[in-house]
């Protein structure tokens, strides 16, 4: 497991910003205590794995083997880009890196993230086409690539899981431009703007 990549973007604007010393990251530390508590609380440090989930940001879940489950990167300022070993995360069950300034392609190794259920890309400055990768996402869940600067069509593999897999939620900027996109849940404009696509909330499960 390797999410170090995510520690390149340093922070921008004090506390309000990522500090990775704060959460441990790249220390002696197994990663699965790489957490800290989210900047509006007083306590820094590491936290007890089985509570505060709902207020700690960094590596916030891992399992009985102590491998990596859930990523909550959310409103952090960060800067770089997701690195494609992100795919060495094999257990990796929810990637939450919304609101942040994380630019660069989608990697294609998130394809070979089978465990997937929750994918939060969302509010970003992602750009290029989204890769049709997602054909083994038997597990995801939601998926929210909206607010960022992709372009082209949905891809075939994510309209399919959506449409014949447990894909309940898909949000991208579909709001007439710049993504095409017939099986989405959920169209934005790309700035504030988001409408439910009745068509697809009735009955696709």
């Not at 990167?73 to 939450?96: C, H, Q, R």
């Not at 054909?135 to 869940?141: D, K, T």
């Not at 992709?150 to 431009?177: H, I, K, Q, V």
């Not at 099986?183 to 009955?203: H, R, Y």
Request: glycine letters at 10%; a negative charge.
């Amino acid at each position: 497991d390797d999410p170090t990549e995510f520690a390149s973007g340093r922070a921008r604007g004090g506390n309000g910003g990522w500090d990775s010393e704060m959460a441990h990251f790249l220390t002696g530390l197994h990663e699965c205590h790489w957490v800290k508590k989210s900047m509006n609380d007083q306590f820094w440090g590491i936290l007890n794995m089985e509570g505060d989930t709902d207020r700690r940001v960094g590596v916030t879940k891992c399992n009985v083997d102590m491998e990596v489950t859930e990523i909550r990167l959310a409103d952090l300022n960060m800067v770089g880009f997701i690195p494609e070993e992100i795919k060495y995360l094999s257990s990796l069950e929810s990637l939450d890196v919304q609101n942040n300034h994380l630019a660069g392609h989608i990697p294609k190794g998130l394809g070979e993230l089978d465990e997937l259920k929750y994918l939060s890309l969302d509010g970003n400055n992602f750009s290029g086409t989204i890769p049709d990768v997602f054909e083994n996402l038997n597990h995801l869940e939601r998926a929210y690539l909206n607010f960022n600067d992709f372009n082209g069509s949905m891809p075939p593999s994510l309209c399919t899981l959506r449409e014949d897999g447990s894909l309940a939620d898909l949000w991208s900027d579909c709001g007439g431009y710049p993504i095409t996109c017939t099986c989405c849940t959920v169209c934005c404009d790309m700035v504030a703007e988001c409408d439910e696509m009745p068509s697809q909330i009735e009955g696709q499960s």
